[in-house]
């Protein structure tokens, strides 16, 4: 006997209501989850709005943060911009504050960019407020997809580290 279309045959085993949903291709799992990863992204954004800086002074100004005062030069290399650009953006954060420069001891010629206490007090701000913004939001979902999250975080963070095992 033939089920009619769209319906499982008499005799195939029911799928279990507490088995996960078809996983889906690794394309497929890709491309949802960077839909999802740039929405998620996108509205957490929104909280960085209100520093006033531009996405890319942000990014450069994350960046100076990040570790020993660096090069304009490597900083564009890191951006991947042009260095006319960094320069531009460079002479934004420190005209508000958010960067010190200072020369290369080793090279005159050079200038150093390094995060100065206004911005590395405006890169905690934002921080906290990200979280709390991303931690408001978690606490709304359903306790499943919470657990479901927080299952999901250290395979999300090795993509974040690209240490998938082969």
Known sequence: MTAPIGTAAP???APDAAAPAAQGTPAELAGRLRLALNEVNRRT???DGMSGLT???LSALAIIAAGAPVRIGELAAR????TPTVSHLVDVLDE???IARRHDPHD???CLVGISTAGRRL???LSTRATGFLADRIGRLPADQQAALAEALPALEALGRAECPH
């Open 55 to 57: 996405p890319s002074r």
């Open 123 to 125: 890169l905690a701000e």
């Open 11 to 13: 005799d195939a085993a």
């Open 45 to 47: 954004r929104t909280q």
């Open 79 to 82: 951006m991947a911009v042009s």
């Open 96 to 98: 508000q504050g958010l």
């Open 108 to 110: 005159r010629r050079v």
